[in-house]
Nanobody
Framework: QVQLVESGGGLVQAGGSLRLSCAAS????????MGWYRQAPGKQRELVAA???????NYADSVKGRFTISRDNAKNTVYLQMNSLKPEDTAVYYC????????????WGQGTQVTVSS
């Protein structure tokens, strides 16, 4: 059974930084794209950043220049470095990964709360 476990959320003042981590565990044949999504109260879940196996990245316009996604393929882990945080970044952040076990599937973490105070 595959699990994605997130860590690193919390409360931070505007302008501060946080680093999220997400580690995949279980019987994994390969991990394809990995990414981070977020969902604020009353809003739809949205893509924040994604990274391919080769390291190509994609960011939401709202976080470009402030957030950096990276991954460590040896550790099956994806990171999200968040700098210059704004109150509008407040949301539950979810890790997502396209993982092949016996078949290819889409997996989600349990979510971690990020709260940015003004």
């Amino acid at each position: 059974q595959v699990q994605l476990v997130e860590s690193g959320g919390g409360l931070v003042q505007a302008g501060g930084s946080l680093r999220l981590s997400c580690a995949a565990s279980g019987i994994i044949r390969s991990i394809n794209a990995m990414g981070w999504y977020r969902q604020a109260p009353g809003k739809q879940r949205e893509l924040v950043a994604a990274i391919s196996t080769a390291g190509s990245t994609n960011y939401a316009d709202s976080v470009k220049g402030r957030f950096t996604i990276s991954r460590d393929n040896a550790k099956n882990t994806v990171y999200l470095q968040m700098n210059s945080l704004k109150p509008e970044d407040t949301a539950v952040y979810y890790c997502n990964a396209d993982i092949t076990v016996w078949t290819r599937g889409d997996y989600w973490g349990q979510g971690t709360q990020v709260t940015v105070s003004s």
